[in-house]
């Protein structure tokens, strides 16, 4: 079974644009969250997506955004791009009913902001 | 809120022997999951590891085990036996039981496995 997916792997971009990340679940898995990698601030999370809607949300400003469509996949969107936003990109499938069982990860996508 | 707190930003360990990791967290919950994820050098998280807290017996997958204190609100990571691949940031995390809730992440610890 395929893992998860995530594109592109790395992206340059400089203060005020924006971005758009892609995320692909594991089959059968419904339920996609998000989290930002720092080294300063470590794993935080962003949101939660299931069933096409924002289940859960963290303490991140609403320049972060996402969505989910119906084939499960999700996209997380970054506008007016800051400097602090550079980061790593996690996204993460679980399957619905059975988070015991842990989420899974992509390899995540690297955004630079310059 | 819920916090986890992963007192060794780094660790050594010679291969063949054994380590062990540390994690403390705080909840009010009776009842919630714990995990251990593992990230290479390559950035991959991968899953080693979880408990059930409402399960007393300590979760084992080969050479990796745990140490659940549900009192002391303790998960330590016990790795047997280290091998070069081990060498990642080892995350511990914890989920609520209800619902499909958010990982909380502690730090992590930077392993080291030398040869």
């Known amino acids: 079974k395929a893992g998860v997916t995530q594109t592109p792997r790395y992206l340059i971009k400089t203060r005020g644009q924006q971005v758009t990340l892609s995320c692909s679940p594991i089959s059968g898995h419904r339920s996609v969250s998000w989290y930002q990698q720092t080294p300063g601030q470590g794993l935080q999370f962003l949101f939660e997506?299931?069933?096409?809607?924002?289940?859960n949300k963290g303490n991140f400003p609403g320049r972060f955004s996402g969505r989910q469509f119906s084939n499960s996949r999700s996209e997380m969107n970054v506008s007016t791009l800051e400097l602090g936003d550079s980061a790593l990109y996690l996204c993460a499938s679980s399957r619905e009913g059975l988070a015991g069982l842990g989420q899974f990860f992509g390899p995540g996508t690297r955004l630079t902001v310059l | 809120a819920q916090t986890v707190t992963q007192s060794q930003p780094e660790m050594s360990v010679q291969e063949a022997e054994t380590v062990t990791l540390s994690c403390t967290y705080d909840t009010s919950e009776s009842n919630y999951y714990l995990f251990w994820y593992k990230q290479p050098p390559s950035r991959q998280m991968i899953l080693v590891i979880r408990?059930?807290?409402?399960?007393?017996q300590n979760a084992t997958e080969n050479r990796f085990s745990v140490n659940f204190q549900k009192a002391a609100k303790s998960f330590s990571l016990k790795i047997s036996d280290s091998q070069l691949g081990d060498t990642a940031m080892y995350f511990c995390a914890f989920m609520r039981f209800s619902g499909n809730t958010p990982l909380v992440f502690g730090k992590g610890t930077r392993l080291s496995v030398i040869a």
């Open positions: 997506y299931f069933s096409e809607t924002q289940r």
């Open positions: 408990q059930e807290a409402y399960k007393q």
